[in-house]
């Protein structure tokens, strides 16, 4: 099981958006944190109007704007991300993609994949912004990767 390229860079744009406001309450422009992870503008831009449509970010318009943690973006958990991006039914369709599957009708790859999906959705769910920034003050090298 693996998310989409969408989704890690939301994530990575959460954790580096939470990091940045660490130090400072100023917005974050979509400029810097395209840069910070390594991703280009518009895309960045497009990724992060659905985590502020959903209230995990807050964001100022004009000149001098951008975006900044709210109350709930550090405890926002990984699964909450990915289902915003991914779409809800993301850890509930087919492997095979085949309408219908389930318990009762399972394609070939059903048991397998449905046990898969459970330990992910358990470690996406112990997984929040906020443990993973703070895992990236403990190794502040982890965003020289995204470069």
């Given amino acids: 099981m693996k998310i989409s390229k969408t989704s890690q860079y939301a994530i990575r744009a959460l ?20 840069k910070g992870i390594n991703s280009p503008e518009h895309f960045t831009a497009k ?14 318009k004009g000149p001098g704007g951008g975006f900044l943690v709210n109350e709930i973006t550090g405890g926002v958990t990984i699964r909450t991300v990915v289902e915003i991006i991914e779409g809800e039914d993301f850890f509930s369709d087919c492997f095979l993609g085949l309408p219908g599957c389930s318990d009762e009708k399972p394609c070939p790859a059903h048991f397998s994949y449905v046990s898969l999906k459970q330990q992910t959705m358990e470690l996406f769910d112990g997984l929040t912004i906020n443990t993973l920034t703070a895992s990236l003050e403990s190794n502040k090298d982890l965003f020289s990767i995204f470069g």
């Fill in 15 to 34: 954790i580096y958006i939470n990091q940045k406001s660490i130090t400072s309450s100023d917005p974050i422009s979509i400029k810097e944190i395209a």
């Fill in 47 to 60: 990724l992060l109007q659905p985590l502020t449509k959903n209230k995990i970010l807050a964001s100022v």
